[in-house]
C-alpha cells in the first residue's frame, strides 16, 4: 500500500484502484473508517483511477502523535499532501458520508485545486447544514412495509433515546441500505472492525467548523459540484441535499431513488454512470 507523510510527519496510506483514467481522490465516511469499506465504488474503478485516503489513525495510516489532529479541520492538510504526493495540479474529489465535511473544508481553504466535488450522501456540517433525529425518523418511516422494520425501529427509538445497546445499535443497519440483502448485511458487519471510534468523538468536536467562513470560501469558487442523495436515506434527506446544492454555486443535485446511504452497492450501474457522466462533461472539450 503507498504512502505519504503529512505535515505533522505522520505516515498515511492510501489504496489504488483501477488502471486507466484520470484520478478521483476519495474520501472516506464515518467518520473515521477506513476507506476499504467504499470497495470500487460500485466499478468505478473501470472508468477512473479512483485513490482512497485511509484517514489518519484507519487502514493502514498512522496513528498520529497527537490525537487532536483528528478534528476534521487538521486533517484538511493531509488531503493537500496526498495531491502534492500525486503530482497533480487540480483534483477530481468524492467524498462520502462525514467525509462530505473535509472535502468542503478542502476546496475551502484550497479552492484552486479542486476541479470537481463529488457529495455522495455527504454531511454538510462544514456550511451550517446537519442532519436531525426528524429527518432520520422521516426517512424510516418509508420502510415500514419491509419485514425487518418492528425490530429495526424499535432498535432506533433506543439510539434516539441514547439508551441503546451495541445490539440495537447493529440492529437499525438496515435503514442504511436501500436493499437489505446477505451483501447489505456483510457490509455492515464490517464498520465496526474498520472505524476509529475515539478519533471519530474528535472529528467534528468545537471548533472544527466555522460556517460562515466556509461558505464564503466556496462562493468564491470554481469547482463543478455534484451533491448525489440516496431517495431513502435521511442523512441526507433528498430534499435536505438540495439545501446544501443551493449553497454551493452552480451545484448539480442528482437524487437515486431506490437508494440508501451506500448508493454504490444499491445500484452500481446507476451510481457509476451517474458520476461518471457528471466528470466526464467537465473534461475539455465536453
Known sequence: MPTFSAPDGTQLAYQEQGEGGEPLLCIPGGPMRAAAYLGDLGGLSRHRRLIMLDLRGTGGSAVPADPATYRCDRQVDDVESLRAHLGTDRVDLLAHSAGGDLALLYAARYPRRVRSLTLVTARARAV???????????????????????????????????????????????????????????????????????????YASRGAFDPAAARAALAAGEARVLVLAGGKDGGPLPRVAADIAELLPGAELAVQRDAGHYPWLDDPHHFTRTVEEFLSAGKPGR
Open 128 to 202: 451550517g447544514v446537519d442532519f436531525t433525529e426528524e429527518h432520520r425518523r422521516e426517512a424510516a418511516s418509508l420502510r415500514s412495509a419491509e419485514p425487518w422494520f418492528p425490530e429495526a425501529h424499535a432498535a432506533y427509538e433506543a439510539v434516539w433515546a441514547g439508551s441503546a445497546t451495541d445490539a440495537e445499535w447493529d440492529a437499525i443497519a438496515p435503514f442504511f441500505y436501500g436493499r437489505w440483502d446477505a451483501v447489505a448485511a456483510a457490509h455492515a458487519a464490517g464498520e465496526v472492525a474498520q472505524t476509529n471510534e475515539p478519533a471519530a468523538e474528535i
